[in-house]
């Protein structure tokens, strides 16, 4: 019998192709893409015809985790996903950037990966 882990694997490789094959990031439109590990998130705005990576922001960057350290009370998850979707958004619109193709890669459009998009929505991109 197969190992678990490697089954798991081979059929989150199989959703991320799937998403990608729909998914393309021009220079008009790049592709904004959020990766997420159990602790921390990570997006990045990608021109796919350059092989370009334009913005990027994560809950580890030096000025999404002072933000969080700011606020009065502890952020949960979800909440810290939020803050690095209007950050992201931030850094798009400074770099002229107004709308972009959303690529969630392997993980469900829930939770972290909707606060995202929610508070990347709320803060000025189109997608």
């Known amino acids: 019998?197969?190992?678990?882990n490697i089954v798991k694997f081979n059929r989150s490789q199989k959703r991320r192709?799937?998403?990608?094959?729909?998914?393309?990031?021009?220079?008009?439109?790049?592709?904004?893409?959020?990766?997420?590990?159990?602790k921390n998130i990570y997006v990045q705005i990608i021109d796919d015809e350059k092989e370009i990576t334009l913005a990027a922001a994560s809950s580890?960057?030096?000025?999404?985790?002072?933000?969080?350290?700011?606020s009065k009370k502890k952020m949960n998850k979800t909440q810290v996903a939020a803050k690095v979707g209007e950050i992201i958004a931030q850094t798009a619109k400074e770099k002229g950037i107004e709308?972009?193709?959303?690529?969630?890669?392997?993980?469900?459009?829930?939770?972290?990966?909707?606060?995202?998009?929610d508070a990347a929505r709320e803060a000025g991109l189109k997608f």
């Open 1 to 4: 019998m197969a190992d678990k």
């Open 60 to 70: 580890v960057s030096k000025n999404v985790a002072s933000d969080i350290k700011k």
């Open 17 to 38: 192709r799937r998403v990608r094959r729909k998914v393309l990031g021009t220079a008009e439109r790049p592709r904004l893409t959020v990766s997420k590990s159990l």
């Open 99 to 117: 709308t972009v193709v959303f690529d969630r890669n392997r993980n469900r459009y829930h939770g972290r990966v909707k606060a995202v998009a």
